[in-house]
Each structure stands twice: as structure tokens, then as C-alpha cells.
């Protein structure tokens, strides 16, 4: 069965965009391969392989982008935890507030679960689908995004149970100190969530808007 090229091109896309070329490369080398096809009538994979391994020979993948991108959506997880406990907590601003065993749970499970299974899992999944290519889909995101948490809150919380007392005392830290970190974690939460973008580049000339700007630095579709 002759692989779909416009399929085939947003793949490729993706592909190239998750190894960090630019947009505008991106357009060139996506509107070279469809240019092409069309000349030529031959079937994409045939041509140019598997999308993953041809946007191999174009940029190699770094790890440093999955490394940033995975402390910035920590920190805004961080964030999300920190930042309630200090504001709506019943102590005085100068005084230090308990963190109990259980918080601390609740919080490496989010730390995981929403700063790096979404991107990691998502980037482990455009990977085997750009090698799959013209053949059948993989499992679909959410399962395994549900899978994969399940497993890290078993996980986190039956370790946890054995090394610490569930009802007792982590540690105190200064009701100050958990407000400056919330909002210091702050803009990691632009980071938090889907930003698999497979959608084809715009044409040459084509305005991009604050809204679409927007839109794709948290829905990036």
C-alpha cells in the first residue's frame, strides 16, 4: 500500500522539528521531499526511508532539548505545589511550615507525572511512529500516559510507605521560602503538557499571529 505523502510530510516534520531544526528549514526540506514524490511518482519511503531516520542525516537529535524542557516543567510543577502551601496555609508569614511525608509524595508523583512522562513519552512515541511510516499505528498517547503514571504512583507511594512514615514529618521550610519558589517556577508551567507540533509547515510569506504563537506554546497544534 502506497504510503500517504501528505502524511508522510507531517511526520517528517515533526521529526525534524523534535531534533531542533528551525521552522524555515523545516518548510525546505519538508516542500524538497514532496516536490519530489510528485515529479517522480515514487512512494516517500522508498525514496528517502523512514521519517525518523532521514531527518537523522538532516540534524541528530540532542538530548539537551529534552533535558531543559523537562527541568522547566518540573519547576512549574514545583510550582503548583509550593506556591498554595505557602499562600493559603494557616501559619504566620515569618514562621516555617510542616511538610508532611504525604505532600512530599504527592509531590514527585506530579514531578513525573506531569514534568516528564508527557514530553518523554510523546518523543518515545513520534519516534516509532516516524519508523512506521505507511504501516499500522502505534498505541495512542493517552494510554500510555495512563499506564505509565499508574506504574509511577504505585511506585512512588509504595517506596515511599517503606522508607518514611506516610502521616509523619518530611521537613519545615520558612512560609517565604515556599512563595518565592512558586513564583520563581512560574513560567515552567508554558511547559507542561503536549508539545508535539505535527502539523505542516506554513507557507513562505505566511503572517504567524500572537494567538497562533500562543496557541502553540500550549496546545501546539
Given at each position: 500500500?502506497?504510503?500517504?505523502?501528505?502524511?508522510?510530510?507531517?511526520?517528517?516534520?515533526e521529526q525534524l522539528r523534535l531534533n531542533g531544526m528551525r521552522e524555515e528549514r523545516v518548510r525546505e526540506v519538508v516542500a524538497e521531499?514532496?516536490?519530489?514524490?510528485?515529479?517522480?511518482?515514487?512512494?516517500?519511503?522508498?525514496?528517502?526511508?523512514?521519517?525518523?531516520?532521514?531527518?537523522?542525516?538532516?540534524?541528530?537529535?540532542?538530548?539537551?532539548?529534552?533535558?531543559?524542557?523537562?527541568?522547566?516543567?518540573?519547576a512549574g510543577v514545583t510550582s503548583l505545589v509550593s506556591l498554595p502551601r505557602g499562600l493559603l496555609g494557616p501559619e504566620a508569614w515569618?514562621?516555617?511550615?510542616?511538610?508532611?511525608?504525604?505532600?512530599?509524595?504527592?509531590?514527585?508523583?506530579?514531578?513525573?507525572?506531569?514534568?516528564?512522562?508527557?514530553?518523554?513519552?510523546?518523543?518515545?512515541?513520534?519516534?516509532?511512529?516516524?519508523?512506521?511510516?505507511?504501516?499500522?499505528?502505534?498505541?495512542?498517547?493517552?494510554?500510555?500516559?495512563?499506564?505509565?503514571?499508574?506504574?509511577?504512583?504505585?511506585?512512588?507511594?509504595?517506596?515511599?510507605?517503606?522508607?518514611?512514615?506516610?502521616?509523619?514529618?518530611?521537613?519545615?521550610?520558612?512560609?517565604?521560602?515556599?512563595?518565592?519558589?512558586?513564583?520563581?517556577?512560574?513560567?515552567?508551567?508554558a511547559f507542561i503538557g503536549s508539545h508535539r507540533n505535527v502539523s505542516l509547515p506554513e507557507r513562505p510569506g505566511t503572517t504567524v499571529?500572537?494567538?497562533?504563537?500562543?496557541?502553540?506554546?500550549?496546545?501546539?497544534?
Amino acid at each position: 500500500m502506497p504510503t500517504d505523502l501528505w502524511e508522510y510530510s507531517k511526520v517528517l516534520a515533526e521529526q525534524l522539528r523534535l531534533n531542533g531544526m528551525r521552522e524555515e528549514r523545516v518548510r525546505e526540506v519538508v516542500a524538497e521531499v514532496q516536490h519530489h514524490v510528485l515529479d517522480t511518482q515514487q512512494d516517500p519511503v522508498e525514496a528517502f526511508g523512514q521519517p525518523t531516520d532521514y531527518a537523522m542525516t538532516w540534524v541528530a537529535p540532542s538530548s539537551r532539548r529534552w533535558i531543559v524542557r523537562s527541568v522547566a516543567a518540573m519547576a512549574g510543577v514545583t510550582s503548583l505545589v509550593s506556591l498554595p502551601r505557602g499562600l493559603l496555609g494557616p501559619e504566620a508569614w515569618g514562621s516555617r511550615v510542616d511538610i508532611a511525608s504525604s505532600y512530599v509524595y504527592l509531590w514527585l508523583i506530579w514531578l513525573v507525572c506531569m514534568g516528564v512522562l508527557p514530553w518523554t513519552a510523546e518523543v518515545w512515541l513520534a519516534r516509532r511512529s516516524g519508523r512506521r511510516a505507511g504501516g499500522p499505528g502505534g498505541a495512542p498517547v493517552w494510554a500510555v500516559l495512563m499506564g505509565a503514571s499508574l506504574l509511577v504512583m504505585i511506585l512512588v507511594w509504595v517506596g515511599g510507605s517503606m522508607l518514611f512514615d506516610d502521616r509523619g514529618l518530611a521537613f519545615t521550610a520558612p512560609k517565604w521560602a515556599l512563595v518565592t519558589i512558586g513564583v520563581a517556577g512560574l513560567p515552567g508551567l508554558a511547559f507542561i503538557g503536549s508539545h508535539r507540533n505535527v502539523s505542516l509547515p506554513e507557507r513562505p510569506g505566511t503572517t504567524v499571529t500572537w494567538k497562533t504563537r500562543v496557541r502553540r506554546a500550549f496546545i501546539n497544534r
